[in-house]
């Protein structure tokens, strides 16, 4: 079992990391210069370009924005790799030793995806630092307003918010691809049909339940 | 061995299996043939328990089936192996690794040990130095054997196989049919083929289920397949005009 989750910290969490990455500092940084060529006006403040990039950062883009790539990149891989064991009795072989295959091959992917929060958080940081880098060396504001933007007004609970939903999208980015790659029919055609379908609904679930946990938790 | 009896499963209110009765003796290879669709790998999975039939029972040497618990259930499968027609082999996994994860998984036998098991075997299917290799690095007679290795490592008592050399040619599926014969009779394993190759017919049919319509249509021997008047048969079996002539030569003597 060890070894089963080791082999999916590896497929689904390191090995994005660097598209976590990527993407979390090139948008970070497009996040910071929206926002200063949208302060004309100087009578508005410098530091609420750092201040918007943690916002947008923190609350929205990191954690479901990552999520909806996620379920392209890990649900993908986990629906047609699932799948592709259907297909070709590799699931029928298991149940024939004797083996729980739902359990096998789902348990460890969950384990593996308690570790996304992390992911996330990686993508904050890397966020946040891009929206620095942009705003300071392209020009649009100084280090010290930037770095008052990113303390100002801040909420500490905005912070478990991101987290909580982080967390329960994890589990959706384990669980429904898995789903449709174990319940599928068919042959090498329908393992790519149940790999969109799969994204589609991951995707789809992500945004609705972002609806419902935000309205839960941050409305009054 | 292993016994049938009545066995009815039908899928979407289609009857596929309409109350089938056979035995299959250990130390024998059983072949079950038929046409495409007469229902050769519904039966096969009913004998894995993958699918579950509606009526009938099966006892494996006098354990009736769906009269066991889970566990006693989880028990039997630990004796069957299982070559599945496409081998079925993990992909993620050595060739190594593949044959000996039924021990992985069941015992807990030390790595060393483990390891000694898996080589034995792989030199009992004349498969040498493919150990660290992927399924995909190898070629299908390959593949086959390998499956065939995982599905003795654990010494099974029932051994199932649905087409085993189907995709392969003339002599590497020989060779696959000889090998599933010689381990057999060697372990004393209760083997069930399913085949629509006459070669296969000929070369290891000890035993022969005949299936046509989900009815059992002809049981025998390969030498008594030859001399039935079966139409059912003749008109399976001799639709290839070579084994016409071969028919002719042995009524012939
Ligand atoms: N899971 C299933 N659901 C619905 N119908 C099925 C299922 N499995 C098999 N069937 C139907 O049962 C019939 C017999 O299928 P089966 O696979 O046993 O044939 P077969 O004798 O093994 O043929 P082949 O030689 O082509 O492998 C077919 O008509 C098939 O459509
Ligand atoms: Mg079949």
Redesign the pocket.
């Known amino acids: 079992m060890k070894g089963l989750i080791y082999k999916e910290v590896d497929d689904l969490i390191i090995d994005s990391l660097g598209i976590v990455a990527f993407i979390s500092f090139f948008v970070g940084g497009v996040v910071s210069m929206q926002t200063a060529l949208n302060l004309t006006n100087s009578f508005i403040p410098k530091y609420l370009i750092g201040y918007a990039t943690r916002q947008s950062v923190i609350l929205e883009f990191a954690p479901t924005f990552m999520s909806i790539i996620m379920a392209g990149k890990m649900g993908s891989f986990i629906t047609s790799s699932i799948g592709s064991m259907r297909v070709t009795e590799q699931i029928d072989a298991l149940e024939v030793m004797g083996v729980n295959s739902l359990n096998y091959l789902v348990f460890p992917k969950i384990i593996a995806l308690l570790l996304y929060p992390f992911l996330v958080g990686i993508g904050m940081f890397l966020g946040i630092t891009g929206g620095y880098i942009a705003t300071v060396y392209g020009g649009f504001g100084n280090s010290i307003d930037f770095i008052d933007g990113l303390q100002r007004d801040f909420i500490p609970f905005h912070v478990v918010y991101a987290f909580t939903k982080t967390f329960i999208f994890g589990m959706l980015l384990a669980t429904i691809p898995s789903f449709h790659g174990f319940y599928m029919k068919g042959g090498a055609l329908e393992v790519g049909k149940a790999s969109t379908v799969s994204f589609v609904w991951t995707s789809v679930t992500i945004i609705l339940l972002n609806y419902i946990i935000t309205q839960l938790l941050l409305t009054k | 061995m292993i016994e049938i009896k009545n066995i009815e499963k039908s899928?979407?209110g289609v009857k596929?299996l309409k109350g089938v009765s056979c035995v299959f003796e250990a130390g024998k290879t059983n072949l079950i043939i038929?046409?495409?669709?007469?229902?050769?790998?519904?039966?096969l999975k009913s004998l894995l328990g993958i699918h579950t039939p509606e009526m009938g029972t099966i006892s494996f040497d006098g354990r009736i089936y769906s009269d066991l618990s889970a566990d006693e259930k989880r028990e039997i499968r630990t004796e069957i192996g299982m070559l599945f027609q496409g081998s079925a082999l993990f992909d993620s996994m050595t060739v190594s690794e593949n044959v000996g994860f039924p021990l992985r998984m069941f015992t807990n036998d030390s790595s060393a040990k483990i390891q000694k098991r898996v080589d034995f075997v792989l030199e009992r299917v004349n498969l040498v130095g493919a150990h660290k290799k992927l399924p995909s690095e190898i070629s299908g007679g390959m593949q086959k054997r390998v499956a065939i290795a995982r599905a003795i490592v654990n010494n099974p008592k029932y051994l199932f196989c649905d087409?085993p050399n189907s995709g392969l040619d003339p002599n590497t599926a020989i060779l696959i049919d000889n090998l599933i014969r010689e381990i057999t009779e060697e372990y004393n394993i209760t083997t069930v083929v399913?085949t629509?190759d006459m070669n296969s017919v000929m070369e290891i049919g000890d035993h022969i289920l005949f299936?046509k319509n989900g009815l059992k249509a002809w049981e025998g021997t390969k030498e008594e397949i030859f001399l039935t008047e079966n139409e059912a048969i003749v008109e399976f079996v001799y639709s290839s005009e070579l084994f016409k002539k071969v028919r002719e030569a042995y009524l012939k003597g």
């Open positions: 899928f979407g596929i038929g046409q495409s669709g007469s229902g050769k790998t519904v039966l087409e399913n629509h299936l």
